[in-house]
């Protein structure tokens, strides 16, 4: 391997979750923090946000983000049918069934898919600070994978 840092990072990335409101978000906010525009970074669910929802990111999602100083509040959810480019490098699922959607989508490509495991904060229960700190660990482990994965 190369000790050029650089030489290390693909040229686009897309993180996939299930909805697009609440990890993968997450994590592409704290990729593009880190890299900035070095990389091309993005990021998408499965399927639409139900009805009830604007499409923007998850309310306590934003709020963990915000204690970091990240803005989430122009995101708005996205599938892997709307990107405006399906031509990743490297793809990052961080649930199962995304997993299996990247795989699909890079057949026949050059690009790598990376599983994540990552909890879903949106099933913790208690009280909204018992709720908050789900989020806040999910935030935090993205964000030393990440470091891991991307360090310079």
Not at 30 to 56: A, T
Not at 72 to 85: I, Q, S
Not at 111 to 135: H, K, N, V
């Amino acid at each position: 391997m190369t000790s050029d840092p650089e030489a290390r990072l693909p040229d686009a990335v897309l993180f996939a979750c299930n909805l697009n409101r609440v990890r993968s978000p997450m994590a592409e906010a704290l990729l593009k923090r880190l890299l900035g525009d070095r990389v091309f970074v993005d990021s998408c669910g499965l399927r639409p946000p139900g009805n009830e929802d604007d499409g923007g990111v998850d309310p306590l999602a934003a709020e963990v983000m915000r204690e970091v100083g990240l803005d989430l509040a122009e995101h708005r959810a996205k599938t892997f049918d709307e990107l405006d480019d399906d031509s990743f490098d490297l793809v990052i699922s961080l649930t199962p069934e995304a997993q299996h959607r990247a795989v699909e989508m890079a057949r026949g490509r050059a690009s790598e898919i990376e599983y994540w495991p990552t909890f879903d904060p949106t099933l913790a229960e208690g009280s909204r600070e018992s709720r908050l700190e789900a989020y806040r660990q999910v935030r935090d482990a993205l964000a030393a994978r990440i470091a891991e994965r991307f360090r310079r």
